[in-house]
Each structure stands twice: as structure tokens, then as C-alpha cells.
């Protein structure tokens, strides 16, 4: 099932609706998240980051499950986090300081594994690649960085190098909104786009400028097409602009170079984009509260969501696992906040003597998911402790899962014992009834 | 006839006399030996040059007739005159007619490359002339490759000729060779470079001939100038409509052949060290150093420049070190910067000084690079950063004014070190290199290239590249010079104006990248905070009650944009910049877009905590009130006036202003600030437009039930009447576009307060009594002043109202309040006394025309006539 989740800078919880039918789900409560705060943590649960003020000086970051309202774990990092991002997997989330810093914690422990000092100013946009190996982020000083998760945990080749990123872009001379990725791994092209008014097309294998396109107002939230021909971009005078990344524009349009339509409906200033795969939809936010979904072929509206009144500044789609998304009995429930609860809180500082232990990540070969998971392997030999000695929750997970097996390797057995059984009587009983007659016969 | 007598003759007389000869029958005699042949043959003669009518019609000719055939063979005469002459033709020709050169100049290249070695130096030089002035520029444009390697065989043997001249011709060709057509000395590198050598060691003949070498060895400063270095080369160009994922074939780089030529670069390089060498006792001796001695020492200096350069920095998979080994840098240690500095023995004139400047900074360049590969001894770098600094300072250099120009010119090349050397050596020096680049930097003309020069190197010491590393707030001495620089950029953007765009643009640069930056660094923090004060003369200032505008509004649109980028990175606007910002956004001189993004940047500053909202909300009012309409009627815009009229751009403004504004937060909090801010605005009467759009900020803002407070409901019930008056007095009436625009907000402040309709009504019923219509002179409307037009204002009003079906509805509580309106409208009528008789008439036939339908109007309400409408009505009956 997918859904649609939404946030706002103004108390109102976060709304969460079916993107099929529209019928609206559960409500999150207490939830003030700054642009890019919101994040689903391998779609296991929501984490937001949490900010009252612009100027304030602390911040926390909730986490909530999803099946219930109340936020279930809160930490409070070393300073105010602004956007999060998580890998694909949920095993690492990685959060944007406003001194510039970037924080790199992993879920399954709270630990803070790396914080490095990214950019002069805030960071606003945080974005993983689809591998999951390459960072982007954007600053309100108008850079992009792009960092390489291996570079970032290699010390030696860290000392050799002259910098930590791979990539500074630097020709956006004020703050930016927002980034996307587009696909193809190494290959693919990068998309920001900033206060300037323009938005800009990166290459990420040439590391330069490929594009820049100049748009009538400034545009706070982009998202690329999953073919790749053009990305939307919703701009403040309450347009969402839809710009070429393929096709060679004519000139002589409305609006200006590489900017081949627009869709319009409203006057507010549109805040955020999510692009749906499934049925090609378009989902933009607004500054009155309203999510949008418009189907790109035709340009049409054709549903409305209502957040509550304040301006949405975050849109996710989230694909829930089914076992989430069907009414839930009462002990499913017990389970799932069982499981939440066991997360940590992420940690403040990194623990200096963690440092001395290795951080190394162990790969464990997929068995059930496509993607391999990487865990530090501290976090193993943790588990494997436990293992050893029964006592904890992971290891009882364990137990159980090697019990369900079992369970089910007997039942398989059964199965087959069974169906010798039967196949025995058939043979029996046809003996038995083929037999007399013969019997019989040959008497006769 | 002849011929067949005599034989019969002859045969006769030896038959007789002497013995018979056999005589063969059919057989003609042979010819006797002394027989005189006289057959006449005859051939045709052809003489094409000399029928002038008919051949060379359609042939291109030289002014001497010859087609370029005819040319190019006689450029192989063998008198060197006819030779020289052919060429001058060729290129006759070629002026005359481009085209022949274009189809045929293979050919002529074939034909012409062999006069490269031509033992006539007339002739040569001819040559020369002919493929710079038209050779080479008509053949721009084709397959050079091909064309180059024909010329190139032919440049190398003459390279090698005995003849020193030819030789020297060659390198001459060569170096024009290399001018249209770069990529050919990589192809032929090493070849060139042992050629260079050979002719450089052959050292008596530079020392006679010195103009020669001195072309020779421009050509080899040229040549090296090509060898590829790293030195980043921004490409920023991004082709426009390009696709993106477009195939980029891979570009065979014309660097790959360098690393071989290492060697012989080497040395070429210990060459010009002893030719370097063998000049110095020549310098000593002579009384001056003279022009072309200078220029020779210049290029072979600047020569070791470049070679050394490309040992250090350039493409090739050698170390430096491996490079600059022993005899190398001992050499150049020894030879070259063991005599340094350079100069004059005798001291005669100040030129003299200037070139021996010049020689000593491309020597201390050299030095520079080497610094870390010859680790120098503690005297020997000594003796450089004294001249580094003396030479900043310019105390070397001559006070003449040729001497400042030769001091702007060469200095940049000592700059790049600079941050490099501030942060290497010790304190003492650093803060004398400090200092003396400090005044290089404020004392060197604003718009020359040395500005720009030290502008990069301050940008490359304020914020360090590649990996983060801050200076320490220890390095007080650092950070004193650091504020001097900071604080000198606004001074200088207004001292550059608006003369050189380009400069300010590089100033405007920095300064972003110092917002940029200053947010990690507590230090820079304070110091950018500090320029707004500065910063604000470059947009306007206000003195004594007059207004001046900066240099910002004069610029091109890049250059605002970059200033304006530059206002988001102060994390607390001061006021003053805020009030000079104003005066520039309400400047009707100043583009609306540029104004819009004024206020656009201004409030995403806003939006991150760098503006106070109180500055921020009084930023807006002040824009609202204080916007020039022009012209200043409020009369709808004719299609004529739309040039002129900027009500468009107004409209647009208060649009915009009233989206940021209700986006500022909780809109109620918003509300109550902006209130008692228009509130006082409004009760100075503003023009109609301005006082429009701050009713619409109120409206925005405001809720169902109005927020608004009991005063200014007060307030405005004493301001709107006028205000609407005005309004309906002033737009002609079919206009109903503009006619809403002004009343809409009065209709949406009734809707939300019956109390303030209510009072409003009151008021303009109390307008229309006999001791306030006498009033001529009342200050509540600034149009409809008399009371003849007041009245008429009334009526259409109150038709205004009866016609919009909302307001109708509201209005309809308000029976009693309409009614005395009416009546004394009625009442007026028939008891006005003062007005003389034509007036009278003009009134009624006015006012009755529309009176009716409004009384019919109020007539028509749902609860049926009462009574008063019937009083109305009869008394017009009366009239």
C-alpha cells in the first residue's frame, strides 16, 4: 500500500493518506519538521526532525511507528538538525546541523559514527544516491557537495586527499532548496535548485555544470520524471514549472529557456514535490495546506488532500509493508511498539572509545532483500554476544526465527509423512478391494 | 631546280675526268655539302600575353598580367630579382582575388615551401610576408594539419642550413607557424626544442647580431608558453541547448607527447643558463643596457620561466625532484640566481631601472617555484623577500609614470606567491610581506589588472580552498591585515562606480564568497557584519534631507544580482542598509525586476532569522506608502499611457507584498503588527493606490470576524468615506475592472465589521448635511471636494453597493442609516438656497438621473417599501 505522508512547519501532525482510495490514515501527532525534516527510516518507521524556531538553538529528532500516533523515541543531538535522509535500507540515518556539520548515526544502535564539518553554513538538503554510497548535500551558502560514504569512513585516504568531497559545486549563490538525483548510478545527473531562481543540472561523472535553467520566481522543491525527460520544479508564484532534461526547447516560449510548461492551479507558493512511479502522479504541497495530486499526462488535479491549516513543507510516499497496512489486531500492535522501542536514541557525541574499537562494516550477504545491508561490525559482534548468551531481544528474534523454520521444516515433514501414509492406505485398501475379486476369480 | 642541276652537272664532269661512279637508278643524289637549304617551313605561334582582347578574360592576374601559374614558376627563376618579384605578385593576386588563393593553395604551398631556404635574404623575407599577411590568415579556416606538415619538412631543413641567416629565417617561420596553428609544436616538440638548442649553443653569432636572436628567442618564449600546465583552468562555459546525456567522444589530448621532451627541455634550459651567463659581463661592460640586450635577457629568462614551470606544475609523469636534480638546480642556483639581483653599474637614466626590474621580478618568479626543490640558504631567500617586498612597496621602480605602469604590469607576476609565502615564513617576515602587499593592494589604480590580481590572491587567503583548515584567532597578525582588505572592498565598489562593470563584478564575487564563508568563521563574521555600513553608500544614501544613488543602480543586471545575493548573508540587516535598499526599490529609474528581487532575497533573509521582523514589516509599509505613482491621476491606464504608468507594476508589488506577508507566520500575530503601522499611515491620507493597497494588506491578514481593535475600526470609519468618495469620484464608471480593485477591500472590511459600515455610513450621511456642505475645503478627500461632486459620489456609491449582491445582503440591516442618507439627499434638493440657478439645474438633471434607480434600488428590498421611499418619491414628484 502506498501512502502519502505529510508535514508542516506549524503543529498539525503528520497526515498520512492511502494514494489509492484517499482515505486517510493514521495522524501523527506533535510533529514541527523544517523542509526536508522527514524522513522513513526503511519504511520501518518515520523519523522527523524537530524545530520550533529558526533561530533556535536546540532541536530533537522523533521517531514515530506506524501504527501509533504518540512520537515513541526523542533524542536530542548536539545541535539543531534541520534535513534528515536515511539509506534505502534504514540501517543509517544521516542528519544536517545549521553550523554546516553533517552527522552520520546508525539506527540500530543510536551511535553517532561520524560527524564532519560539511559546509560554512547550515545544511538544507540531504540526498543519498541510489546505491546509496554517494551523499549530496546542499547548504544555505549555495554549495552542493557531493561526498563519498567511503571516503567519509577511510581515514587513510582521508589524510592523503586535500578534501573530503568528491564534488564542490559552488556556482549557486544562494541558498539551496533542494536536490535530486536522477538514475544511473555513477552516471547520473544531479538537479538542485536554489534562491537564485535558477535551477542548475550537474554531472556527477564529469563533476561540472551541464545545464542551468533561469526561472521566472524561486523554486523551493524539484522532482525528476522516472524516465528522465524533464523534472518538475514547484516554484514560489504558485507554478509548478515542468523543465526539458532531454529535449532541445525553442526559445521562444513563455517562460524562458529548457522550460517547456507549466501546471497551474493555485496562487500559494508550492513547497514540496513527490513523484509517484505507480500511475505517473505528481503530489505538490502548498503553502495553504493543501496536497495536490496531478496526474502529468493530462495536467490535471485529480485529487486533494487537506492538511490541517498550516503550510505542508514535506511530502513522502511511502510504500507500507502489508502486514502494516491491514488492520491491525491489538497484539500485532503490542509487537510492533515492542520492536520500535528498542531503538536507540541517537547519540549526542560520538564515543571516543568507540574509536578505539574498528567501525568497520561487515556486508552480510543478501539472502531474502536484493540489496546487500551494511552493518558496522560492531553491532554484530553485539548481536553475537547476545546470541551467545540468549538473553536479548535480537537474539530471541533469532531464536524465533530459527524455531519458525524448524516449525516449518516438521510441518513440511509431516506433510510428506502424510501423504506416504495416504499413498500406503490407497495401496492398501486397493490390495485389499482389487485382491478378492482376483482372489476370488482365481478361486473361481 | 638548284638542287637537281647541280648533281647532274657533277656527275658529268667525274664521269669523264675521273673514274665512274655507280649511280643507283631512282635515286636521288644526297644533298651536296655546301647546298644551301632553303625550304621555308612554318608553325604556328602562339603569344597568348600579347593579345590582350581575347585570352585572360576570365584568369586572375597579378597587376604585371601573370596568372599564379606563371608566378609560381618564376618563383624558381633563377634571378633572385624575377624571384622576389613573383612573389610580390603572388600576393598582388591573392589580395585582389581570395579565391584563387582558396582553390589552389596546396599548390601553392608545394611550390612556395621551397623558397624557405632560399639563399636571398630579399627574397625570404618576401616570403615571410607573403604567408603572414595572406597565406596563413586566407587559409585559416581548412585542414591545417596537412597544410603545416608540408610547410614543416621544408622549416626543418632550413633549420639545419649552413647559413646562419637561413637558419635564423626558419625559426622566424617557424614561430608564424606556430602563431596560426598551436597544436603543431607538440607534434614536433622534441625536434623544435634540439633545434632551439643547437642554435642557442652556437653563442658567438647572439652576441653580434642581437636582433636576431632576440626573434629567436620570442619564438622559443612562444613555443613553451604552449607546454600544458595544471594550473586550473575554469571551464565554465555550458553550451545552451545541448543535451545532456549526450556521447562525448573522448578528445585526444595533444598533451600525451610531453613527457619525452623532458629531457631536452632540460637541456634547453642549461643552455640558456650559460647564454643567460655569457650576457652578464657583456651587461657590465656596456654603458646601458639597451633595448634589444634587454629583450634577449627578458626571453631567455622568461623561457627558464615557463621550462621551469612545466618541470613543477605540468602534465607528465616525473617528479619535480626527479627533475631538478643536481646539475639542474645547481646550475640554476649558481648561474642564475647567484647573480641576482641584478644592476645598472653606471645608473644613467631611470629606464635603465625600470628594465632591470623587470629582469629581477621574472628572476624572483623563477626563484619562487624553485623555493622548495633548491631549498635555498637563509641569506639567499633573505635577499628575495627583500626584494619581494621592496618591489611591492614599488620603492624600486621608478616615480615616473611609464615606471607605474611597468610596476602595475609586472607585479602580478610576484602576487600568486604571496599567500603561500605569508604562511610559510616567519612571523616578522610575514607581517613585511603582509604589510607590503596591503599597500600594493589600496595604493595600485582601481581599474587595472593588478586590482584583480590582488583581489584573487585576498579571495585565496580569506577562504581557504580544498580542505577546510581556518586561520587560527591566534594570527593576530594575519587578521589584522584581513579586516584591512575587508574593509577597503565596499570602498573600492564605490570608487570603481559603474566604470568597469567587470571589476565590480569581481569585487560583488568576493564579497558573496565572504558571506558564504563568514558563517564557519567567527572572525570574518564580525567583519562582513561591518561592511553593510559601507556597503550601503553603494546603493544610496540620504544627506541632508537629498538622495544620491550609488553605483548599484547604474550597473549591468549581473552585477545587481550579485550585490543583492550579497544582502541574504548578513545574519542582522541594519537599518540604514535597509532604508538605502528602499530609497533604490522606490526609484522609478530602477527596472521592477530588479526591485522584485530586491524584496524577494530580502525576505528569504527574513525567513532565516537575519532580519528583524519589525525592520522587515516596516521595510513593507514603507514600500507601500511611499510608492510614486505616475502619473499621479488615478485614472485608469489608456492603452497610450501604459508606457509611462507604472500602476502594472504597483499592483504587482502589493500582490507580492501581501503573499510574503501572510506567509510570515501566525497571521493574527502578523495582523496586529501591521495594523497600528498602516493605521498611522493611513490617517495622513496617502494617494488612492497607496491607501488601496494597504487596505488589501489589512484584508489579507485579517479574519472573519475582524481583528481588528475598536480604535482603528474608529479610525477608519473616519478615513474610508473620503476614501471611497474619491474613488467613485475620480474612475469614470464604466471602468468596473478598476472600480473593484479600489472597493473590494472597503466591501470585505464591511463584511467582516457591520460596526464599521455602520459607522461609515453614519459619516457619509453626516457629509451631506448643510454645515459640512458648506464647507468647502473639508481634508477628509483629497478629489470630490465640492459639494455638487460629493453628492453625485454618494449616489454612485451607494449604486455600487445595491449592485453587489454580498454587500447588498449586509447592507440591508442598515435601512435606517440608508435612509437619512436619502432623505437628506432629498432634502438637499429642495432646500438648497445658495446655489444660483444654473448650478441648481446642473445638480438636479445630475443627480436625478441616478437617484432614481438607487431609491428604486433600496425600494426593491425584500421587506417591501417603506414609508420614507415613499416621502422620496413624492418630493420628487414635487421637483
Redo the contacts between chains.
Keep these: 500500500m502506498n501512502v502519502v505522508i505529510a508535514s508542516s512547519s506549524i503543529d498539525g501532525g503528520i497526515g498520512c493518506w492511502d494514494l489509492q482510495t484517499g482515505a486517510e490514515q493514521l495522524r501523527y501527532k506533535t510533529c514541527v519538521s523544517p523542509p526536508h525534516g522527514l524522513a522513513s527510516i526503511g519504511c520501518r518507521f518515520l523519523a522527523c526532525s524537530q524545530l520550533r524556531d529558526?533561530?533556535a538553538t536546540s532541536g530533537h529528532v522523533l521517531y514515530w511507528s506506524w501504527s501509533k500516533p504518540q512520537a515513541l523515541v526523542k533524542s536530542f543531538p548536539a545541535e539543531p538538525i534541520k534535513p534528515l535522509a536515511a539509506n534505502t535500507e534504514g540501517s543509517y540515518i544521516v542528519g544536517g546541523g545549521s553550523?554546516?556539520d553533517i552527522y552520520f548515526w546508525e539506527v540500530a544502535t543510536g551511535r553517532l559514527l561520524k560527524k564532519w564539518?560539511a559546509?560554512?553554513?547550515?545544511v538544507t538538503c540531504l540526498v543519498f544516491s541510489e546505491d546509496d554510497s554517494l551523499l549530496i548535500s546542499g547548504s544555505?551558502?549555495?554549495?552542493v557537495r557531493v561526498w563519498s560514504l567511503f571516503m567519509i569512513f577511510d581515514d587513510v585516504r582521508q589524510q592523503q586527499?586535500?578534501?573530503?568531497y568528491e564534488y564542490s559545486f559552488?556556482e549557486h549563490?544562494?541558498?539551496v532548496t533542494d536536490i535530486v538525483m536522477g538514475y544511473g548510478g555513477g552516471n547520473a545527473?544531479i538537479v538542485s535548485a536554489s534562491?537564485?531562481r535558477t535551477c542548475k543540472?550537474w554531472?556527477l561523472s564529469r563533476g561540472?555544470?551541464?545545464?542551468?535553467v533561469l526561472f521566472p520566481?524561486?523554486i523551493d522543491a524539484i522532482t525528476i520524471d522516472p524516465g528522465e525527460h524533464v523534472f518538475y520544479a514547484g516554484s514560489?508564484d504558485g507554478k509548478i514549472y515542468i523543465a526539458a532534461?532531454?529535449a532541445?526547447?525553442s526559445?521562444t516560449n513563455n517562460y524562458g529557456?529548457?522550460i517547456i510548461g507549466s501546471l497551474t492551479d493555485q496562487?500559494?507558493?508550492v513547497t514540496c514535490l513527490a513523484y509517484s512511479a505507480e500511475g505517473n502522479l505528481l503530489l505538490s504541497g502548498s503553502?495553504d495546506g493543501m496536497i495536490r495530486v496531478w496526474d502529468v499526462k493530462t495536467k490535471n488535479i485529480i485529487r486533494m488532500f487537506r492538511r490541517s491549516k498550516g503550510?505542508v513543507n514535506n511530502i513522502l510516499i511511502v510504500k507500507l509493508p502489508y502486514s502494516l497496512s491491514r488492520a491491525e489486531s491489538k497484539v500485532q500492535a503490542s509487537s510492533r511498539r515492542h520492536e520500535i522501542s528498542l531503538q536507540p536514541p541517537l547519540e549526542k557525541y560520538a564515543n571516543s572509545s568507540d574509536e578505539d574499537l574498528d567501525n568497520k562494516a561487515i556486508i552480510t550477504l543478501p539472502d531474502m532483500i536484493d540489496l546487500p545491508s551494511y552493518l558496522s561490525s560492531q553491532l554484530i559482534n553485539d548481536h553475537i554476544k547476545q546470541l551467545q548468551q540468549q538473553g536479548s531481544s535480537a537474539a530471541a528474534e533469532m531464536e524465533v526465527k530459527r524455531l519458525k523454520h524448524d516449525g516449518q521444516r516438521s510441518m513440511e515433514m509431516f506433510q510428506q509423512l502424510k501423504k506416504v501414509y495416504d499413498n500406503l492406505q490407497e495401496f492398501c485398501v486397493n490390495e485389499l478391494l482389487n485382491g478378492q475379486p482376483m482372489e476370488g476369480s482365481k478361486g473361481n | 631546280m638548284v638542287r637537281s642541276k647541280a648533281p647532274s652537272k657533277k656527275q658529268q664532269k667525274k664521269g669523264i675526268d675521273f673514274k665512274k661512279i655507280k649511280r643507283k637508278l631512282g635515286r636521288k643524289l644526297p644533298p651536296p655539302k655546301n647546298a644551301t637549304n632553303t625550304e621555308i617551313k612554318s608553325k604556328a605561334i602562339v603569344l597568348p600575353e600579347q593579345s590582350v582582347a581575347t585570352n585572360k578574360e576570365g584568369l586572375a592576374v597579378s597587376k604585371k598580367g601573370l596568372t599564379l601559374k606563371e608566378l609560381l614558376q618564376q618563383s624558381s627563376h633563377h634571378n633572385a630579382k624575377v624571384r622576389r618579384d613573383a612573389l610580390m605578385g603572388i600576393k598582388d593576386l591573392v589580395i585582389n582575388h581570395p579565391a584563387e588563393l582558396r582553390q589552389h593553395r596546396y599548390a601553392v604551398i608545394e611550390k612556395l615551401r621551397e623558397r624557405i631556404s632560399d639563399d636571398d635574404k630579399v627574397v625570404r623575407e618576401a616570403l615571410y610576408q607573403l604567408f603572414k599577411s595572406e597565406i596563413f590568415p586566407g587559409c585559416a579556416e581548412d585542414n591545417q594539419g596537412l597544410f603545416i606538415s608540408l610547410l614543416m619538412t621544408y622549416i626543418f631543413n632550413a633549420m639545419t642550413n649552413l647559413a646562419i641567416d637561413i637558419r635564423l629565417m626558419a625559426f622566424k617561420f617557424f614561430d608564424l607557424v606556430v602563431q596560426y596553428y598551436p597544436p603543431c609544436f607538440s607534434l614536433y616538440a622534441e625536434k623544435i626544442l634540439q633545434s632551439y638548442e643547437d642554435i642557442l649553443r652556437k653563442n658567438q653569432f647572439y652576441l653580434e647580431d642581437k636582433g636576431k636572436l632576440k626573434t629567436t628567442l620570442s619564438g622559443l618564449v612562444r613555443c613553451l608558453s604552449l607546454l600544458p600546465s595544471k594550473k586550473p583552468e575554469s571551464e565554465k562555459s555550458i553550451s545552451g541547448d545541448r543535451i545532456i546525456h549526450a556521447f562525448e567522444p573522448d578528445t585526444p589530448t595533444a598533451n600525451t607527447g610531453f613527457s619525452t621532451i623532458i629531457k631536452k627541455l632540460k637541456e634547453l634550459v642549461l643552455v640558456l643558463i650559460n647564454c643567460f651567463q655569457d650576457f652578464i659581463p657583456l651587461l657590465n661592460s656596456m654603458p646601458q643596457l639597451d633595448v634589444l640586450s634587454f629583450d634577449c635577457i627578458l626571453s631567455m629568462l622568461q623561457s627558464i620561466d615557463i621550462a621551469v614551470r612545466f618541470f613543477i606544475y605540468g602534465i607528465h609523469e616525473e617528479t619535480p625532484e626527479s627533475i631538478c636534480d643536481q646539475t639542474l638546480s645547481s646550475a640554476l642556483s649558481k648561474k642564475l640566481l647567484g647573480v641576482f639581483p641584478l644592476y645598472p653599474k653606471h645608473h644613467l637614466s631611470v629606464k635603465e631601472d625600470d628594465r632591470y626590474f623587470i629582469l629581477n621580478v621574472v628572476i624572483a618568479a623563477i626563484f619562487l617555484h624553485l623555493r622548495e626543490l633548491v631549498c635555498p640558504s637563509a641569506n639567499v631567500f633573505e635577499k628575495f623577500l627583500e626584494f619581494i617586498e621592496n618591489a611591492l612597496l614599488g620603492t624600486i621602480c621608478s616615480s615616473t609614470r611609464s615606471g607605474k605602469a611597468t610596476w602595475e604590469k609586472h607585479i602580478p607576476l610576484l602576487l600568486p606567491f604571496i599567500p603561500k609565502l605569508a604562511s610559510e615564513v616567519q612571523t616578522g617576515w610575514q607581517s613585511r610581506i603582509l604589510e607590503s602587499f596591503t599597500w600594493t593592494f589600496k595604493d595600485c589604480n582601481p581599474e587595472s589588472s593588478l586590482k584583480l590580481a590582488c583581489l584573487s590572491m585576498i579571495e585565496e587567503m580569506l577562504i581557504p580552498r580544498g580542505y577546510m583548515h581556518y586561520t587560527k584567532a591566534s594570527d593576530t597578525v594575519v587578521l589584522d591585515y584581513q579586516t584591512v582588505w575587508i574593509r577597503e572592498l565596499p570602498l573600492l565598489l564605490n570608487l570603481l562606480g559603474d566604470k568597469q562593470p567587470s571589476s565590480s563584478q569581481v569585487v560583488l564575487c568576493l564579497l558573496l564568497r565572504l558571506g558564504q564563508f563568514s558563517g564557519s568563521n567567527p572572525f570574518l563574521f564580525g567583519e562582513y557584519e561591518n561592511i553593510q555600513f559601507a556597503l550601503s553608500e553603494f546603493y544610496s544614501t540620504c544627506q541632508e534631507g537629498n538622495l544620491y544613488y550609488g553605483p548599484f543602480m547604474r550597473l549591468p543586471r549581473d552585477c545587481q544580482e550579485l550585490s543583492i545575493c550579497c544582502l541574504y548573508y548578513f545574519s542582522n540587516l541594519n537599518v540604514l542598509l535597509l532604508k538605502s535598499l528602499t530609497f533604490c526599490c522606490l526609484c522609478s529609474e530602477l527596472e521592477p525586476f530588479v526591485s522584485f528581487r530586491i524584496i524577494e532575497v530580502l525576505h528569504a533573509a527574513y525567513k532565516a532569522g537575519h532580519i528583524q521582523i519589525v525592520d522587515h514589516i516596516s521595510f513593507f509599509m514603507t514600500l507601500l506608502s511611499r510608492f510614486k505613482i505616475l502619473p499621479e491621476s488615478i485614472c485608469p491606464v489608456r492603452e497610450s499611457d501604459v508606457k509611462v504608468s507604472n500602476h502594472g507594476t504597483f499592483k504587482s508589488l502589493t500582490a507580492m507584498l501581501c503573499s510574503y506577508l501572510s506567509q510570515m507566520g501566525d497571521s493574527s500575530v502578523v495582523f496586529h503588527i501591521v495594523e497600528k503601522a498602516i493605521l498611522g499611515l493611513i490617517l495622513l491620507q496617502p494617494p488612492l493606490e497607496n491607501a488601496c493597497a494597504m487596505l488589501r494588506v489589512l484584508i489579507v491578514l485579517d479574519s472573519k470576524p475582524t481583528l481588528l481593535s475598536e480604535q482603528s475600526i474608529i479610525a477608519l470609519s473616519n478615513f474610508l468615506p473620503g476614501y471611497l468618495m474619491d474613488v467613485v469620484h475620480c474612475i469614470p464608471e464604466d471602468d468596473v475592472q478598476t472600480w473593484r480593485y479600489y472597493i473590494l477591500p472597503c466591501f470585505f472590511m464591511f463584511d467582516r465589521s457591520s460596526k464599521l459600515l455602520k459607522l461609515v455610513l453614519d459619516v457619509i450621511g453626516s457629509f451631506l448635511t448643510d454645515s459640512n456642505l458648506s464647507l468647502p475645503s473639508d481634508t477628509s478627500t483629497r478629489y470630490a471636494t465640492d459639494s455638487l461632486s460629493r453628492i453625485n459620489a454618494t449616489i454612485s456609491l451607494l449604486l455600487l453597493i445595491y449592485k453587489d449582491v454580498k454587500v447588498r445582503k449586509i447592507i440591508s440591516s442598515f435601512r435606517t442609516e440608508i435612509g437619512s442618507i436619502l432623505q437628506s439627499i432629498a432634502s438637499l434638493q429642495s432646500s438648497e438656497v445658495k446655489m444660483t440657478l444654473e448650478e441648481r439645474h446642473r445638480f438636479q438633471s445630475s443627480v436625478l438621473e441616478k437617484h432614481f434607480p438607487l431609491v428604486r434600488m433600496v425600494g426593491n428590498q425584500p421587506r417591501g417599501r417603506s414609508s420614507f421611499v415613499g416621502n422620496i418619491e413624492k418630493k420628487y414628484r414635487f421637483s
Excluded at chain 1, 119 to 122: I, L, S, V
Excluded at chain 1, 140 to 143: F, P
Design positions: 529558526p533561530s553550523s554546516g564539518h559546509h560554512y553554513r547550515a544555505e551558502d549555495g554549495c586527499a586535500s578534501h573530503l559552488t549563490t544562494l541558498r545527473v534562491e537564485d543540472v554531472s561540472r555544470l551541464l545545464r542551468n520566481s524561486i514560489r532534461l532531454n532541445e526547447s526559445p529557456l529548457h496562487s500559494k507558493p503553502e503550510p
